[in-house]
């Protein structure tokens, strides 16, 4: 398990990369993280919905919600316009600051 | 499976959020709790050991509502919402009854906060309706003031006036003696006084009353006392001042008791004065006395079958009924017919019928229709308010689908919503009263300034508690009114449909259909009103283009009051053979003549005058017909530019027979059909020694000497001097070069320079007077016509609303068409034949109530009939033409759609 604090400066990233790929409920994307981090990384209630909140009020995701026969109303996330130039910074700099990162603590451990 | 909803929201703390964003909260991270646990569950975890589970998912509830609250600090509502929204929560706590007052009190808060969101759109509606509901609210305070509100007496219902005109003291014996209905039956006689011995003589409106008058309308005094049994003995000689007199005429000086006035020349002592708040029926209707005499009931001048002067007011005993009353008086009336025929049978030996009414219905008759039709048509304008007040909030809840949406899927049940959206309109309704009250207030304002005198009890009308208890119930009806059919569309939204498609589709051709429906009344009710304006109008126009055969703006004229205890045939006589040269001599003045009465001097329906009815034509057949006898001094159909044919009266010979007369148009179509009148010989002028021969010399016609609306009454013109100097009712008629009402100063300072003791409180100039005459038809028509201007304009806003929403609406349909090479032409007469549907169908339904409800004004008109067909044709083609007109806006912008926006939409 990560530290709290190294979660909390990617969580934003890591959603906004899972939904540029298709639109995605709460409970999805935190599964989606767990599964594609090979369970090591997990998120609750707790730690994803605040996030999610902040960004929708901050206009890069929006979520409506959609109801399938069946199944109980949930509501999806989409990436935004501007969701999507926030993906793109996101993405180079933190490509940019784990280089740099690796460069310092040694390339070979990468 | 747990309620994780109310799990949810038990623990999680968050403050009211804009946009329901805390419910859907709530709604979210129940799901995922709820995920969680099927998800055990599917691991084959027991239920309740799954539920925990996923609880636990949660660890610090607190923490998370602060996290959460810290990213949506945004949606945050302003300190007093949430203080709203905390005491809401504390009344859910209390029981079922406190979780509705809670919905209640969130309902208002949303409501204010969709105002704060939109505030044009609340100004709009809160303006509409306020206007609406103000006029409304200041009519009604009218009506209430002068027709509902109970007379200012003790047990007022009791009191009945006997409606019959004036009676002759002798009968008013009689009616005291055979009836046993009333606790107390007494009368007045109305009389003006004239007072000499002040600085300038004046004319006193004075009451001369039975025993027991004044105590019947509960007077009290100020100072002094009110009559004794021994005031009322012989001739009038006791007088009790009222409080507007004494403070006009004495400045309050309690030194007037005991002092004596001449009065008539007589001698009337002064031994009481009434208090302020004292007010006979005649005050009620703005004619208070300012002195009141006792007159004896027995006193000998009165004794006489023909001096029509009392009128009857009684109380009405315990356990009677106007009802019985009326029946044993008629029963005494038709026994006494046979015992005293001269008092209670007429000349055509019918019974002279009278009524006995209620007093407040005797006070307010004359104006009982007119208000009703006031009342009416106001609520017909606040009915087209509240009509497009309902298209307004239609138009806007196409825009709120969603929000709706949310509510209603987040647990709001239809009559949750339907709560919601009535609390809504039940604010604008609120808040369009507030406003109504003030427009309210400057209304009956505006009203007691222009009432043409025309209106009684007028005083009595104040935006008060009773006014204001209507003003509430309107705002509410019309709150549900104006609220229902919008309520009811957005309840029965399709709520998954709406999600799904992003609030943007509604029942959009439901939505059309009411709200073509709301304009087709709105042009029909519109039309109505513009109908009834028209009638009114066209009424009033007719009116004022009667020409009154004489010419009116170069006439001035004055009542003299010669009265007689200082002026007997003689004085008269030698005074107006002095007075008249004096005036011609006024620069300015061009001619002047006396005469009982100068044209319009009295309107209104009142001839006031020297009546006869007997004659016989130069054929010898006897002729009934009532006709005023009008004594004129030579000169006077040119002294007010009368159209005469043939000659003037002459300064005749006491004794020439026969007795050269002129006679008006209609008098001689009546005697001498139509033989030439002028040089025929016939009888009239009843005396003591019979019928006198008279010749006619002259014919004048179109004189309206009566008002406009009086038409060309019968009239016979006679010398003054032979038969008005006897006469205590003198005027003077004056025609000037200019302007009359200049010389009217001087008018007075001749006639005074004459006799200082002539009072002159009628000098008036007749335009002026016709003016006056004239001044209810134009008020009511005037008003209608205001009420109909703003039925035009909404109905106009209504179509053009209704015609804008449709073209958006419709903007794919039109674009396709456009595509498919419609040319804009071509789509302009597709808007404006949708347009034209709407508003004939309004039309037609207009026409229709038209017909029914200009019944109502039927008696206001004057040569217009109430099913006028101009009037109607032209209101229709006004209103249609203002339809179409609205319409023109909205249709140029179908023209103008976009072929591109077709292929975009595809």
């Not at chain 1, 609750?44 to 996030?51: A, D, K, M, R």
């Not at chain 2, 239609?394 to 959206?421: D, F, K, P």
């Not at chain 2, 808040?431 to 207030?441: D, M, N, Q, R």
Request: proline residues 4%; aromatic residues 8%; neutral net charge.
């Amino acid at each position: 398990m990560f530290s709290p604090e190294l979660k909390k400066g990617s969580v934003e990233l890591m959603i906004l990369s899972l939904l540029d790929d298709q639109p995605t409920h709460g409970y999805e994307l935190g599964k989606l993280i767990e599964v594609r981090s090979g369970g090591e990384i997990q998120f609750n209630v707790s730690s994803l919905y605040p996030v999610l909140y902040r960004m929708e009020n901050d206009g890069w995701i929006s979520g409506r919600w959609v109801e399938k026969p069946g199944e109980r109303r949930r509501c999806y996330y989409r990436l935004t316009r501007t969701g999507r130039d926030v993906l793109a910074e996101q993405r180079r700099q933190w490509a940019a600051y784990t280089a740099a990162v690796n460069l310092v603590i040694g390339g070979s451990h990468a | 499976m747990r309620d994780w909803k109310a799990y949810v929201r038990a623990r999680l703390g968050l403050p009211a959020l804009r946009g329901l964003r805390d419910e859907r909260i709530v709604e979210e991270l129940a799901g995922q709790l709820e995920d969680l646990c099927r998800t055990h569950l599917a691991r084959g975890i027991p239920e309740a050991e799954a539920e925990e589970l996923a609880a636990a998912d949660v660890t610090d509830w607190d923490e998370l509502a602060r996290r959460i609250t810290s990213a949506e600090r945004k949606n945050l509502p302003p300190a007093a919402a949430e203080w709203v929204e905390d005491r809401a929560r504390d009344l859910e706590r209390r029981g079922a009854l406190g979780a509705v007052a809670a919905e209640l009190v969130r309902n208002i808060r949303y409501a204010l906060r969709s105002a704060r969101r939109e505030p044009g759109f609340w100004a709009v509606t809160v303006l509409l309706l306020g206007l609406g509901i103000g006029a409304t609210t200041a009519i009604f305070s009218v009506v209430d003031g002068v027709l509902l509100k109970s007379l200012p007496y003790h047990e007022p219902e009791r009191l009945v006036y006997f409606d019959g005109g004036s009676f002759p003291m002798p009968r008013v014996a009689d009616f005291v003696e055979h009836t046993t209905s009333y606790a107390t039956l007494t009368g007045v006689w109305d009389d003006e006084l004239d007072w000499t011995g002040g600085d300038r003589p004046l004319q006193l409106n004075a009451g001369l009353v039975l025993p027991e008058y004044l105590e019947l309308f509960d007077a009290r005094v100020e100072v002094g006392r009110l009559f004794l049994e021994q005031d009322f003995q012989g001739a009038p000689y006791r007088a009790v001042l009222s409080w507007g007199a004494w403070q006009r005429l004495f400045g309050g000086d309690t030194g007037v008791l005991g002092r004596s006035l001449t009065l008539d020349g007589n001698p009337v002592q002064i031994v009481g004065v009434l208090d302020e708040g004292f007010s006979s029926p005649a005050g009620l209707i703005g004619r208070e006395r300012d002195v009141f005499v006792a007159l004896d009931p027995q006193w000998e001048e009165l004794q006489v079958p023909w001096f029509f002067v009392v009128e009857l007011y009684g109380r009405l005993g315990d356990g009677a009924t106007t009802g019985a009353a009326q029946s044993e008086l008629d029963a005494a009336i038709a026994r006494l017919a046979d015992v005293h025929p001269q008092l209670h049978r007429g000349r055509d030996g019918n019974l002279r019928a009278v009524t006995v009414l209620p007093l407040q219905t005797s006070l307010t008759g004359s104006v009982r229709g007119s208000l009703r039709l006031l009342l009416g048509a106001v609520g017909l304008l606040l009915l087209i308010a509240c009509a497009n007040v309902a298209n307004l909030l239609l138009a806007r809840g196409t825009e709120r689908h969603h929000e709706l949406a949310v509510r209603s899927a987040i647990g709001g049940g239809r009559v949750r919503i339907l709560a919601q959206l009535l609390t809504e309109s039940l604010m604008y309704a609120l808040a369009g009263g507030l406003l109504g009250v003030v427009v309210a207030i400057g209304g009956v304002r505006a009203f007691e300034v222009w009432n043409p005198s025309g209106i009684p009890l007028i005083e009595r009308v104040a935006v008060d508690g009773r006014v204001l208890v209507f003003a509430l119930a309107v705002s509410l009806l019309t709150g549900v009114l104006f609220g229902a059919a919008p309520a009811l569309q957005g309840a029965r939204l399709n709520v998954s449909a709406m999600l799904k498609e992003g609030g943007r589709a509604g029942d959009g051709r439901d939505r059309g259909r009411l709200r073509r429906t709301l304009v087709v009344v709105e042009i029909a009710m519109a039309l109505v009103l513009l109908t009834g304006a028209g009638l009114l109008f066209h009424s009033f126009l007719r009116l004022t283009a009667v020409r009154p055969g004489f010419d009116a703006a170069h006439l001035a004229g004055v009542e003299l009051r010669l009265g007689e205890d200082r002026y007997d045939e003689q004085a008269r006589l030698q005074f107006v053979r002095r007075l008249l040269p004096r005036i011609e001599g006024i620069p300015g003045v061009r001619a002047a003549a006396v005469s009982m009465s100068v044209p319009f001097q009295y309107y209104g329906g009142s001839r006031s005058g020297w009546w006869q009815d007997r004659y016989v034509n130069d054929e010898g057949a006897e002729i009934e017909q009532a006709t005023v006898i009008q004594p004129v001094t030579p000169g006077f159909f040119a002294t007010i530019g009368a159209d005469l044919r043939g000659d003037d009266l002459a300064s005749s010979a006491p004794d020439e027979s026969p007795i050269p007369v002129v006679v008006s148009q209609s008098f001689a179509d009546r005697l001498f059909d139509d033989r030439n009148p002028i040089g025929r010989v016939f009888q009239g002028l009843q005396q003591r020694d019979g019928l006198q021969q008279l010749r006619v010399v002259g014919v004048v016609s179109g004189l309206r000497h009566w008002g406009l609306d009086q038409g060309d009454p019968p009239m016979l013109y006679v010398s003054w001097e032979r038969w008005g100097a006897d006469f205590f009712m003198t005027a003077l008629a004056v025609r000037t070069a200019g302007d009359p009402a200049a010389i009217l100063p001087a008018l007075r300072d001749a006639i005074w320079e004459l006799d200082p003791d002539v009072p002159l409180s009628n000098v008036f100039t007749v335009s002026q007077r016709m003016a006056q005459s004239v001044a209810t038809p134009k008020f009511y028509s005037a008003l209608l016509i205001s009420f109909a201007a703003v039925a035009l304009l909404l109905a106009a806003g209504g179509i053009y609303g209704a015609m804008l929403y449709t073209v958006g609406r419709r903007r794919h349909e039109l674009a396709v068409r456009a595509a498919l090479g419609a040319d804009g032409r071509r789509l302009v007469q597709l808007i404006l034949w949708q347009s034209a549907r709407v508003t004939a169908a309004g039309l037609a339904i207009g026409i229709g109530g038209a017909l029914i409800a200009t019944r109502a004004v039927r008696s206001m008109l004057f040569g217009v009939s109430a099913t006028d067909p101009a009037t109607l044709a032209a209101v229709a083609v006004l209103m249609g033409t203002v339809a179409l007109g609205a319409s023109l806006v909205p249709a140029w912008r179908a023209a103008r759609a976009n072929p591109v926006e077709a292929m975009r939409a595809e």
